[in-house]
T-cell receptor, first 113, second 115 residues
Framework: AQKVTQAQTEISVVEKEDVTLDCVYE???????LFWYKQPPSGELVFLIR??????QNEISGRYSWNFQKSTSSFNFTITASQVVDSAVYFC??????????FGPGTRLSVLP | NAGVTQTPKFQVLKTGQSMTLQCAQD?????MSWYRQDPGMGLRLIHY???????DQGEVPNGYNVSRSTTEDFPLRLLSAAPSQTSVYFC??????????????FGPGTRLTVT
């Protein structure tokens, strides 16, 4: 069965601090995809990244970076030099090949000025 | 492209009433799905469809019906609303080919309150 755990319910940081959001997943499949979505206070869900299980290279996009480690079943998300606009709920999701998405419970990030 | 659209944005129902939440996408995506979002529980899958004429149940299907007569539309019907169905509902779609599915694109959501 698929499962996604985001152990951090809420995180609060001061602007310009770095912050890492943890995501641990469970799956029996060897082919799967991992995703991160952002839900700002306005409520929409914004796609951030997709990773497949065969690509363990870390990815960087501006201030965002993702660390995928199959050995620990983790797909962590780091925001460098956080900004107030990064305040949102962040969801990690898992999709086994041919199956449906399973979302984690989300981590609420508050970036204080 | 409008992407994924949902109507209405807000709705208040009385217990026992029925209604349909509308969802449409203009990206020619085969895969469409409905989720509900409740505090602290992430998004839970209600129903999904892998193409016109094909629907299936997700994690929390009770009390909801769906149909998919066209690629574009995927309405969600509440048969007899209950207070436990108070939630935010999201529709999503994604490109799919065989068993492969791409990332999902979400509509803006419908906030439903059942009194």
């Amino acid at each position: 069965a698929q499962k996604v755990t985001q152990a951090q319910t809420e995180i609060s940081v001061v602007e310009k601090e770095d912050v890492t959001l943890d995501c641990v997943y469970e799956t029996r499949d060897t082919t799967y995809y991992l995703f991160w979505y952002k839900q700002p206070p306005s409520g929409e869900l914004v796609f951030l990244i997709r990773r497949n299980s065969f690509d363990e290279q870390n990815e960087i996009s501006g201030r965002y970076s993702w660390n995928f480690q199959k050995s620990t079943s983790s797909f962590n998300f780091t925001i460098t030099a956080s900004q107030v606009v990064d305040s949102a709920v962040y969801f990690c999701a898992l999709m086994d090949y041919g199956q449906n998405f399973v979302f984690g419970p989300g981590t609420r990030l508050s970036v204080l000025p | 492209n409008a992407g994924v659209t949902q109507t209405p944005k807000f709705q208040v129902l009385k217990t026992g009433q029925s209604m349909t939440l509308q969802c449409a996408q203009d990206m020619n995506h085969e895969y469409m799905s409905w989720y509900r979002q409740d505090p602290g529980m992430g998004l839970r899958l209600i129903h999904y469809s892998v193409g016109a004429g094909i629907t299936d149940q997700g994690e929390v299907p009770n009390g909801y019906n769906v149909s998919r007569s066209t690629t574009e539309d995927f309405p969600l019907r509440l048969l007899s609303a209950a207070p436990s169905q108070t939630s935010v509902y999201f529709c999503a779609s994604s490109y799919s080919r065989g068993r492969f599915r791409d990332e999902q694109y979400f509509g803006p959501g419908t906030r439903l309150t059942v009194t």
